[in-house]
């Protein structure tokens, strides 16, 4: 089975922190994704990378960045957090050949 | 704007009925379709995908069916359990040589016993 594990479940930041979401894959995916969820707006990307330091900007990228140094690992650094980044956070994976990426389980991020 | 439109936010289908979720999606170019399913607190899970040449594709309970010519792709569950209750997302795969998905709004479905 694919796991996608992602660091937190659950994460609380003050206004301007910067925040690290980790997320790892073990199925040896070359495609890893970054979402955010929020209620009403359905899934939106915020960066992809589909190799080892590459990375390509998704359709919300502003105030965020990521870093992809390991196959495995895929991290979303918020560089100041504000409050109109509390979200869900979902990663997720994809080999190249195949569509269907799997997603971890999320991260609720509340910036306050 | 929007090139994934799920109209409808909620659903509501009783125990042992069919269920029909709906996408419309705006670029006739678009060849590779997938439908998702999210519980409250997990990540969405893979369900079900079409490609452009098919206009049906069957897995169990779950149909997914394609209309090109109308831009619209549909999830029919037969028969509805209260286990299906959930957010479905329908998915396009985007032109331009990079695997990105566009999603819609999702679907909240619940099926009542």
């Known amino acids: 089975d694919v796991k996608v594990t992602q660091s937190s479940r659950y994460l609380v930041k003050r206004t301007g922190e910067k925040v690290f979401l980790e997320c790892v894959q073990d199925?040896?995916?070359?495609?890893m994704f970054w979402y955010r969820q929020d209620p009403g707006l359905g899934l939106r990307l915020i960066y992809f990378s589909y190799d080892v330091k590459m990375k390509e900007k998704g359709d919300i990228p502003e105030g965020y960045s990521v870093s992809r140094e390991k196959k495995e690992r895929f991290s979303l650094i918020l560089e100041s957090a504000s409050t109109n980044q509390t979200s869900m956070y979902l990663c997720?994976?994809?080999?190249?050949?195949?569509?269907?990426?799997?997603f971890g389980p999320g991260t609720r991020l509340t910036v306050t | 704007d929007q090139q994934v439109k799920q109209n409808s936010p909620s659903l509501s289908v009783q125990e042992g009925r069919i269920s029909i979720l709906n996408c419309d999606y705006t670029?006739?170019?678009?060849?590779?379709f997938l439908w998702y399913k999210k519980y409250p607190a997990e990540g969405p899970t893979f369900l079900i995908s079409i490609s452009s040449i098919k206009d049906k594709n069957e897995d169990g309970r779950f149909t997914v069916f394609l209309n090109k010519s109308a831009k619209h792709l549909s999830l029919h569950i037969v028969p509805s359990q209260p286990g299906d209750s959930a957010v479905y997302f329908c998915?396009?795969?985007?032109?331009?040589?990079?695997?990105?998905?566009?999603f819609g709004k999702g679907t909240k479905l619940t099926v009542n016993p």
């Open positions: 997720a994976s994809a080999a190249m050949i195949t569509y269907e990426q799997y």
């Open positions: 998915a396009v795969l985007t032109q331009g040589g990079s695997e990105k998905l566009v």
């Open positions: 670029n006739s170019m678009f060849d590779y």
């Open positions: 199925m040896d995916h070359e495609n």
